[in-house]
């Protein structure tokens, strides 16, 4: 049985940023001198499962149910479904991206939804990534907007890749979109795609019929190290997901440099405002327009719309994260 520790943090991680998002998370309590602890969560054999969404939900709340607890003054769950079947006894609070009620509609999310507003009921505390997560989420207990922090990034002086996106999961973010709207663009400019491997990206492209565009390159998944480097060379950022729960890689890269062409996804999109607000024309459904906009603008232009995010990231920034788990968190949990 793990030893006492002040918080034990139950960690989904089934993506990188819920394991980026947790480590931040433990590591705010840490510096505020509040022992937390990881614990992981173990899907076993079980997940070959995962292949439709509510199942998927259900073979992962099973798991995290399996999490021991024992020894800890209060329990954090890292996502709303790991906190779906958890077991009774003490306190608990929940931390997540995005609420069953925003991302879990219809018939498949029915028994989420429910499951959901029980369990964050009985909260002590929520702690969304955003605030549309919070006003989304269900439910009595107070919550805490707590962002993933977005550390600064000057980027390179030289922009030498017109632009990158982010395809890892192909279908989510939209790489058919993306195509589609460089090759109307009637670009040749070169479009660096991370995440996904060459061939897996052009099997799935020829599934839907799409030829990939001139000038683009597939370069698979890449560390952490090397896609920040990558983004910071980047002139556009270029999302095209169908869905976003909060926009790590986007945040990431407005604060490296690259300016943000993006459609409006849909969920709670932190970056999106702000792109709103820095550029109207850089945001469209319509991505082949914003990503021509982007192209062309100007270099001073573009210095100020740097500037503006710099700025307008400021909420995001390690420090101002860290004064919110002090004065918030810490005493949100019971712990102060």
Do not use: H
């Amino acid at each position: 049985m793990p030893g006492p520790v002040d918080v034990a943090l139950v960690s989904l991680g089934t993506t990188l940023g819920l394991r980026r998002a947790d480590e931040a998370f433990a590591a705010g309590l840490r510096a505020e001198g509040v022992s937390c602890e990881l614990r992981p969560v173990r899907i076993g054999r079980a997940g070959v499962l995962r292949r439709q969404v509510a199942v998927t939900d259900l073979v992962e709340a099973m798991a995290a149910r399996r999490v021991p607890r024992g020894g800890a003054r209060v329990t954090v769950f890292s996502t709303v479904t790991a906190a779906l079947l958890r077991p009774g006894g003490g306190p608990y609070g929940v931390r997540f991206d995005s609420p069953a009620a925003l991302n879990r509609r219809g018939v498949t999310g029915a028994w989420q939804r429910r499951a959901e507003r029980r369990a964050l009921d009985g909260a002590r505390a929520l702690f969304p990534w955003s605030d549309a997560a919070a006003e989304a989420a269900p439910g009595r207990a107070p919550r805490v907007v707590v962002p993933v922090p977005v550390e600064e990034s000057r980027g390179g002086a030289e922009r030498d890749i017109a632009a990158l996106a982010y395809a890892g999961d192909p279908a989510k973010r939209g790489l058919d979109v993306l195509c589609r709207a460089w090759a109307a663009a009637e670009t040749d400019a070169r479009l660096v795609v991370s995440g996904v491997e060459e061939d897996r990206a052009r099997a799935w492209l020829g599934r839907r019929r799409i030829e990939p565009p001139p000038g683009i390159e597939f370069i698979g998944p890449v560390e952490r190290g090397r896609w920040l480097e990558l983004v910071g060379r980047a002139r556009l950022f270029v999302n095209a997901s169908r869905w976003e729960d909060f926009g790590i890689s986007q945040l990431e890269a407005l604060s490296a440099g690259a300016l943000l062409v993006t459609t409006p996804s849909p969920g709670p999109y932190a970056a999106l405002p702000i792109a709103r607000e820095l550029a109207p024309a850089l945001v469209d459904a319509d991505l082949a327009s914003p990503v021509a906009a982007g192209l062309a603008l100007a270099d001073a232009d573009a210095a100020g719309y740097r500037e503006r995010a710099a700025a307008a990231l400021a909420p995001f920034r390690p420090a101002a994260v860290q004064r919110v788990m002090g004065e918030r968190v810490v005493p949100a949990l019971g712990l102060g």
